[in-house]
């Protein structure tokens, strides 16, 4: 289980890039500073797609990636 608390799940399951990312994008919009956003994926390349986000967009961390039987789940807190 995680150490941290998430606000909100956001299911982007059967989605493909870009998608998880632009939902992801407009979920952590809504959110205020601190919460965490949790994604639930089902595109390998989302690992790497949503990592690379978070690392080039102000305002947004990525906490932890967990991948397992086919589900990629994703972490993200809002910071500012």
Request: hydrophobic letters at 30%; a negative charge.
């Amino acid at each position: 289980m995680t150490e941290y608390e998430t606000t909100e799940t956001l299911d982007v399951k059967g989605q493909n890039c870009p998608m998880p990312v632009v939902k992801t994008k407009q979920s952590i919009d809504g959110l205020t500073s601190g919460e965490v956003l949790e994604v639930l994926a089902t595109d390998s390349g989302s690992m790497s797609d949503i990592a690379g986000w978070a690392d080039s967009t102000p305002g947004v961390e990525l906490v932890d990636q967990v991948e397992g039987d086919g589900l990629y789940t994703h972490y993200v807190r809002k910071t500012e």
